[in-house]
């Protein structure tokens, strides 16, 4: 009772900015199930979807894509065998038949 309205203000915005970035990675991840039922490996899983999220979404201002991260995430799936730069896949650029890694190549 003894702190002021705007530091109490204040700390509600911060904490409401975690709650918005865990929302936003619960609904982009999609963490379903974790295969290891030991803390170290949900740890482990959770730690990983957020290095995936935090580099998607520096890619993504740094190249200053205005494509969604849903979308983002849905190109770097599909394109995950193909050689193609980070700038390309970002700026949504269709693969050429020369995109193809060796192992992707049917016969």
């Known amino acids: 009772?003894?702190?002021?309205?705007?530091?109490?203000?204040?700390?509600?915005?911060?904490?409401?900015?975690?709650?918005?970035?865990?929302?936003?990675i619960k609904q982009n991840l999609k963490i379903k199930a974790f295969p290891g039922a030991e803390l170290n490996a949900v740890k482990a899983q959770i730690e990983i979807a957020l290095c995936v999220y935090l580099l998607l979404t520096h890619a993504r201002s740094v190249s200053q894509s205005t494509a969604s991260?849903?979308?983002?995430?849905?190109?770097?799936?599909?394109?995950?065998?193909?050689?193609?730069?980070?700038?390309e896949l970002l700026q949504g650029r269709p693969p050429t038949s020369t995109d193809r890694s060796p192992q992707t190549v049917l016969v």
């Not at 309205?5 to 915005?13: F, L, S």
């Open 1 to 24: 009772m003894h702190l002021a309205a705007p530091m109490i203000a204040d700390a509600y915005k911060a904490r409401w900015q975690v709650e918005l970035l865990f929302k936003d």
């Open 69 to 87: 991260f849903q979308t983002l995430l849905r190109r770097l799936q599909v394109s995950v065998f193909m050689r193609r730069s980070l700038a």
